[in-house]
């Protein structure tokens, strides 16, 4: 059987892909460059498990190279009912598994038990939050993108749902009534727009990255892929660029993300992976960092007290 059911990703490949659209070539001028050399145009889906796979390797391009891009997130619609039939998933429950075998494969914390107890029904509520929280702020929308994020991998929390939108929205300082408006409202159109520029594009599956320089030229990174990959196509775009070495002490960096797996902690300090838990724990025990702890992994947040 075809497995092209969008949340059947393949961990081989990194790809959690759509059914539809296969043919269909990006346009370079749909993606252009502007106040940076380069442009990352990031097609995404905050309930798509390989882009949650990506997060170590995107949160290291933007410290290493970050006075070299600029990130444009677009949404992509993985998942807009239960139509789908194929890949074998045709019902929530049977993505429970699943995401518990990509969460060993990436090294990533998820727990597939959201879809056995509180299942979503479609990824366009949080999509279209996102684009609300962008109307307000790019920044705190990114930021927005992570929490509700490690609500639906980590917390098991149905992201669909307004109450678990409206406590990621305050946490990342959005100002709620303009939230609530532009989530009913505008977002909508801007979600609509994400999806018919991903489909002139030709995105089929997340994540799917394009570099574009401020000339047109791109290159693309489809899937999950290892960090020399996405570095690999910055260079060959922008060969003098210049990497930014960075401070890697764990202050720094959870200064910079104040919560990080430990996969996340070790590609961003260069700690060997089967140390960095170890690492992380002790700053635990010392008072630095708490801990959440699923059954597939945990995820270390700095104390308010140091934000």
């Known amino acids: 059987m075809e497995n092209n059911n969008p949340l059947m990703c393949d961990p081989e490949s990194g790809i959690c892909e759509m059914p539809t659209n296969k043919t269909n070539s990006a346009d370079s001028s749909l993606v252009k460059a502007n106040k940076k050399p380069l442009k990352i145009t990031y097609y995404t889906d905050p309930i798509c498990s390989s882009c949650w796979g990506i997060e170590p390797q995107l949160r290291k391009l933007k410290l290493e190279y970050g006075n070299n891009i ?3 997130y677009r949404m992509g619609g993985l998942l807009p009912n239960w139509s789908y039939n194929s890949g074998g998933i045709s019902k929530p429950s049977d993505v429970a598994h699943h995401w518990d075998e990509v969460s060993v494969y990436y090294d990533m914390p998820i727990d597939g038990n959201v879809w056995l107890e509180d299942p979503l029904n479609s990824s366009y509520p949080p999509s279209i939050a996102f684009k609300a929280a962008q109307i307000q702020d790019n920044e705190k929308a990114i930021l927005f993108l992570r929490e509700i994020r490690e609500m639906v991998f980590l917390q098991k929390k149905n992201i669909t749902k307004w109450e ?3 406590l990621a929205g305050k946490k990342v300082g959005l100002d709620i009534v303009k939230f609530k408006a532009d989530y009913e409202g505008k977002a909508k159109e ?3 727009e994400d999806l018919k520029l991903g489909r ?3 995105v089929r599956g997340f994540p799917t990255i394009f570099f574009t ?7 693309m990174v489809y899937g999950s892929k290892p960090y020399n990959t ?3 196509a910055l260079l060959k775009l922008s060969p003098t660029a210049i990497k930014t070495n960075y401070d890697r002490t764990w202050n720094a960096v959870f200064s910079k993300y104040h919560s990080l797996t430990a996969k996340e902690f070790s590609e961003l300090t260069e700690t060997p992976r089967n140390e960095s838990e170890k690492y992380l724990d002790d700053l635990t025990a010392k008072g630095h960092l708490e801990k959440l702890t699923t059954k597939n992994g945990a995820i270390w947040t700095l104390k308010n007290t140091s934000r």
């Open 70 to 72: 600029e990130v444009d």
């Open 164 to 166: 678990h939108l409206e």
């Open 190 to 192: 801007l979600f609509e």
């Open 200 to 202: 002139e594009l030709g």
């Open 213 to 219: 320089d401020t000339t047109g030229q791109k290159e």
């Open 230 to 232: 996405f570095e690999s």
